[in-house]
């Protein structure tokens, strides 16, 4: 579960990967039916002021006691140093030993690699500071390519928009797709820019940028079992095929095929934790003509089958 979650700063911490995690993690949305989650911002020093990256002071409430029983630590970015405060490092590992989950933002995994932590396991930073990273720590496994990284009791994001989709993606991963929705819909991003567990880390998956296909693109995610055509889209959107080719991959950064595809896959996806309909069922209600082929799609897309995803996923 996720009950307690502990952000730790340190001089030169940066505001806006902070407010990320604060966003997901450090607002009292029960209302919206997110459980409670205690939020504690942590410091060698509680009570006096941390120089951040910018001109404001950061002042955590709590001293490195605070990392003590919590479910997660979150380590935003921050100005990349040789060296970091070495009562803060045996802070993160006495943490991880007692079993708490660790989570970086950008290059929060610096901190976190001077730790020993990430020796030998699947990680990633932000793509600016890849060289770094490897010329550092040899022997963490960097994967420059993906938004984040899930690697059990490791999460390690790229840039700051990754990690948005990190945090998004534990709390699916804990509490469940529902919960993962409501917290986005309030910060008004797509939940559905995550990657699943280790082995299936995927890349952002295209959404629209613009405002002028909304309507469509929402009632297309409706009407998922209806076979859609591009002419018949085309009409609806009152614009020539050609016209509405190039406005739809000029929004969304793909085809109408292709994006059709990922939101039945993402529809699936939900049904496989949500309830226990058989694939061909869940094929039938996302407009997939049979079960063979939402598993092709959903391999894809997703990088493992429906039934190994709802064996990870189902109830959590």
């Known amino acids: 579960m996720l009950r307690t979650v502990a952000s730790v700063l340190v001089d030169q911490a940066a505001v806006f990967e902070f407010g990320v995690v604060c966003e997901v993690f450090g607002i009292d949305r029960t209302e919206d039916g997110v459980p409670p989650i205690e939020f504690r911002v942590c410091g060698e020093r509680p009570g006096e002021p941390i120089q951040a990256n910018v001109a404001v002071q950061l002042v955590p409430t709590h001293g490195l006691d605070g990392l003590e029983g919590a479910d997660l630590v979150t380590i935003p970015a921050l100005t990349i140093r040789d060296q970091y405060p070495p009562p803060v490092l045996d802070a993160i590992r006495k943490a991880h030993a007692n079993g708490a989950t660790l989570l970086t933002v950008c290059s929060g995994a610096f901190l976190l690699a001077d730790t020993g932590l990430l020796n030998g396991r699947q990680c990633t930073t932000h793509w600016k500071?890849?060289?770094?990273?490897?010329?550092?720590?040899?022997?963490?496994i960097l994967d420059p390519d993906v938004l984040f990284v899930d690697d059990g009791d490791i999460i390690t994001s790229a840039g700051t928009a990754a990690g948005i989709d990190a945090c998004l993606h534990l709390v699916r991963r804990e509490l469940g797709s529902t919960v993962a929705t409501a917290i986005a819909r309030r910060m008004v991003v797509p939940p559905q820019r995550d990657g699943g567990q280790r082995q299936f880390v995927d890349l952002p998956i295209p959404e629209s940028t613009g405002d002028s296909l909304e309507p469509l693109l929402a009632w297309m995610v409706e009407n998922l079992t209806v076979e859609h055509t591009i002419p018949a889209l085309a009409r609806r959107a009152q614009m020539s095929e050609r016209t509405f080719a190039r406005r739809f991959a000029a929004e969304t950064g793909t085809t109408p095929v292709r994006w059709l595809t990922t939101q039945r896959v993402l529809h699936a996806r939900t049904l496989l934790e949500e309830t226990t309909l058989s694939v061909e069922e869940i094929a039938h209600e996302c407009g997939f003509s049979t079960g063979a082929l939402l598993r092709h799609h959903f391999h894809r897309v997703v990088g493992v089958s429906p039934h190994d995803y709802r064996r990870t996923f189902a109830g959590a």
């Open 129 to 140: 500071h890849v060289d770094e990273f490897k010329q550092r720590f040899p022997e963490a």
